[in-house]
């Protein structure tokens, strides 16, 4: 079934078709006064979509002002109406055909205040009339005959006195109008607890209206001993109770927990965000990453993830807010950064402007001029093309890269009056970074500045243990790459580093000797031994460290239960684990599974933990999904090369993120026309457009950070630390911004491939083990048919 003419648009540029649909009818109206009147009116993306949805599915409304439509057309007709528009007609009621100045709303009807009341027999006078409330019985009752019965606060006043005499009645009359603002709700609150008052002592959980609830938190606020705060039902926890589930209210997380269903792209079992065109669930992440939810940045230009929203528009996560600004190239009063060829200020539409260059006459990117008259990169004149520092250092000059030289040498310089030789070819590769504001922004950080100085002055040792020492922050871990990546530091693994410190601080912290010896056992000669003999010299990779913490952390939090409970691995029997597993707060239980099994073995228990077996890809593979993302990164320029590059290496190849991050440039041979990549034993042979692909981000290869880095990376995705690859997280974050799933894709590459290929060949040509390849073919073959005809049928039902 396809959508109305206008739909897809209406979701991907909400406020430009309701804008195009009314200045269409309304000319008279200022374009951008119409989208400051629809911003105004829908305020949040979902509601300018139904807008949008709502306009180009019966455009008709705008003239003839006619319901049924959602709530906010009408809000938008009459905000028009009042910003000047004649064509335009006001939202009409539905039963009389008044036009309407305010609305009032039956489901998606608008009525005046004569036909939108409803109006039924009160059950005290009998008269017809507006309903005004319910009597305790639920009938009818009109606004001079009221709910009836005595006063509600005189009631409830009495309830609470009998429970807690101690309270003033003044304190109860309080929190009563303020738990209840309306007469009506007040005889609500007073009914629910005439028919139970033990809800003010433990069972307000219960409770038929929520009244009740900040009832209790007032009176216990005000000093109440004997009115108890309800406790949720699910967690047992002592909190604010949000919302009603089969009769009973619950706290928020577990109001979450119940509302939990796999989502229908990624699988992962949360609560829902939203739901999609076929009303499946879908979760927060990949609502976020929906390529209709991506907005066009302000700053950069591209399509992405919405990090922030500044007065001139949406800013995705890797563009700050920048000044308002002149251009100096197109003269519009915008956003603006500072060019580091002119020094001038231009907007980020300019600095992704081609045009044909006024001076060499190529068609190149725009770098200084005007619209008229642009410059290339290679004909604009720099800022400082004679600078008088550069003869006669070190007295400053104006441009960057003296008083990057001149900040160099006010850190660097030892004692003696000189470059300390250890920093000598630090301080070679910093000059040499281009653009020099680079490295003068980085050495503008305090933590930098702190330890080079140290360092150069002799009150620091240039060794990884010093910097072991210092607090492990992000700019730190950054300073470390820069040191390895010229030389200054030698490499080492720094993975691997962390492990050992988080065991070390682990063990550190275990009082019982005997737990300590345990954990030492464990964590030192199974865990660390075993990954470095699979390593066999390889750096560890972040993957493998966060494997080793979370068995780590399970065995301390199982060690940490059965002290508690007077217990040790020894006298602990199966009857206790199976308790601590059933316990409601139990965490850790998949990876203390390990450390169970490893005590067994080592005869420390007798217990059983049984290894989950893998029973086939719990996510739906959609096979058309996958080939519709393979031609889109084929074919579509505008995307970044090395995003394309992965994506098409997760669906094609069936490679997972953690491994394409850490490829390198000695993994691609290229012979002739012919390009191969060696992802397993075995290399492959790239057909044309990918080897194009791979060909294109070879010859334009460049790190992200530039600071520090005088070789080229050797990494085929260089990551933002000098010398090192792009982290997997961010990788694949990058492939989510692009609407591809890479758990999904991977399952669904693998499932495809195979049914073509061998275990044997399967294995060589992807790099999986044999076993993996195994049981992928046995899915393949059939024996997970059943099993996803279940899944899909669970789905259905959710």
């Not at 005046?112 to 639920?138: F, K, Q, T």
């Not at 393979?630 to 995003?643: E, P, S, Y």
């Not at 992802?679 to 080897?691: R, Y």
């Not at 890479?742 to 083990?769: C, K, N, V, Y």
Request: proline share 9%; with cysteine.
């Amino acid at each position: 079934m396809t959508e109305p003419t206008g739909i897809a648009e209406a979701i991907r540029d909400p406020v430009g078709v309701t804008a195009g649909l009314i200045t269409g009818i309304e000319p008279g109206l200022d374009r951008s006064a119409v989208e400051a009147v629809v911003t105004t009116v829908a305020g949040g993306r979902a509601k300018r979509r139904k807008l949008a949805q709502a306009l180009a599915g019966r455009p008709e409304v705008l003239t003839d002002g006619r319901s049924p439509a959602p709530r906010v057309v009408g809000d938008l007709l009459i905000a028009l109406v009042k910003a000047g528009a004649t064509a335009i007609s006001p939202p009409v009621c539905a039963e009389c055909g008044k036009t309407l100045r305010t609305q009032q709303r039956r489901g998606e009807n608008w009525y005046c205040g004569v036909c939108g009341p409803v109006r039924l027999p009160c059950a005290g006078c009998g008269n017809i009339g507006r309903l005004h409330s319910r009597d305790r019985d639920g009938r009818p009752r009109c606004t001079r005959c009221g709910p009836g019965g005595p006063d509600p606060v005189e009631t409830v006043a009495r309830i609470v006195a009998a429970i807690d005499p101690a309270l003033p009645p003044g304190i109860v009359a309080a929190a009563v109008k303020a738990a209840a603002s309306q007469a009506g709700k007040r005889h609500q609150l007073a009914w629910a607890l005439q028919d139970r008052p033990a809800l003010l002592t433990g069972a307000g959980a219960e409770t038929p209206v929520p009244s009740v609830l900040r009832l209790i938190g007032r009176l216990c606020d005000a000093g109440a001993t004997r009115i108890i705060r309800p406790p949720c039902p699910q967690c047992g926890r002592v909190i604010a109770l949000h919302r009603p589930i089969d009769g009973r209210w619950l706290c928020r997380t577990c109001v979450a927990r119940s509302r939990a269903r796999p989502c229908s792209r990624c699988g992962r079992v949360s609560e829902p965000a939203a739901r999609d065109a076929h009303g499946m669930p879908v979760c927060a992440n990949c609502l976020v990453s929906d390529p209709a939810n991506l907005e066009v940045c302000v700053n950069c230009g591209r399509r992405r993830v919405v990090n922030t929203r500044s007065p001139h528009g949406p800013l995705c996560p890797g563009c700050p807010p920048l000044p308002t600004l002149t251009c100096s190239v197109c003269g519009e009063h915008r956003p603006c950064g500072t060019s580091r060829l002119t020094a001038l200020p231009w907007c980020p539409p300019c600095q992704n402007r081609p045009a044909r260059c006024g001076s060499c006459g190529q068609v190149k990117p725009i770098a200084s001029g005007t619209l008229d008259e642009p410059r290339c990169r290679d004909c604009t004149v720099p800022a400082f093309p004679d600078c008088p520092a550069c003869d006669a250092l070190p007295r400053p000059g104006q441009c960057p890269g003296c008083r990057l030289e001149l900040r160099l040498r006010e850190l660097l310089t030892s004692p003696d009056g000189g470059i300390c030789p250890s920093l000598g070819t630090l301080k070679a590769a910093l000059t040499a970074t281009d653009p020099p504001g680079t490295a003068l922004r980085w050495l503008a950080k305090q933590p930098v500045a702190t330890v080079l100085a140290g360092i150069a002055a002799g009150r620091r040792q240039l060794t990884h243990g010093e910097l072991d020492g210092l607090e492990q922050t992000p700019i730190l871990a950054h300073l470390r790459s820069v040191l390895v990546a010229t030389g200054t530091l030698p490499p080492r693994d720094e993975q691997m580093a962390r492990i050992e410190r988080f065991v070390s601080d682990t063990l550190a912290t275990r009082i019982d000797p005997d737990q300590r010896q345990i954990l030492h056992r464990y964590a030192n000669w199974h865990l660390l031994r075993r990954l470095r003999s699979r390593n066999n010299g390889q750096a560890a990779t972040i993957q493998q460290y966060a494997v080793v913490h979370q068995h780590v952390r399970a065995a301390v939090v199982l060690l940490d239960w059965l002290t508690a409970q007077h217990l040790s691995l020894a006298t602990c029997r199966q009857a206790d684990l199976e308790r601590w597993l059933a316990g409601s707060e139990a965490s850790h239980r998949y990876h203390a599974g390990h450390f169970v099994r490893w005590a067994t073995r080592n005869r420390l228990a007798t217990l059983s933990f049984p290894a989950t077996r893998w029973h086939g890809p719990m996510r739906a593979l959609d096979e058309q999904a996958r080939w519709d993302a393979a031609r889109r990164l084929l074919h579509d320029d505008a995307l970044n090369a090395r995003d394309r590059l992965a994506g098409l290496l997760v669906l094609l190849y069936a490679q997972p993120v953690a491994r394409i991050s850490r490829l390198t440039t000695g993994h691609v041979t290229i012979d002739g026309t012919t390009v191969r990549i060696r992802l397993g034993p075995a290399p492959i042979t790239l057909p044309g457009p990918v080897a194009d692909l791979t060909r294109q981000l070879l010859d334009g290869k460049r790190g992200h950070a530039t600071t520090g880095a005088g070789n080229p990376s050797p990494w085929l995705f260089p990551g933002g630390q000098p010398g090192r690859p792009i982290s997997a997280t961010h990788l694949g974050q990058r492939l989510k911004d692009l609407g591809i799933q890479p758990g999904q894709a991977r399952s669904t590459a693998l499932f495809q491939l195979a049914t073509e290929l061998p275990a044997a060949l399967l294995a060589r040509m992807l790099g999986i083990h044999i076993d993996v390849a195994v049981a992928w073919q046995h899915a393949s073959a059939g024996d997970w048919m059943a099993y996803a005809a279940d899944v899909s049928r669970r789905r259905q039902e959710d």
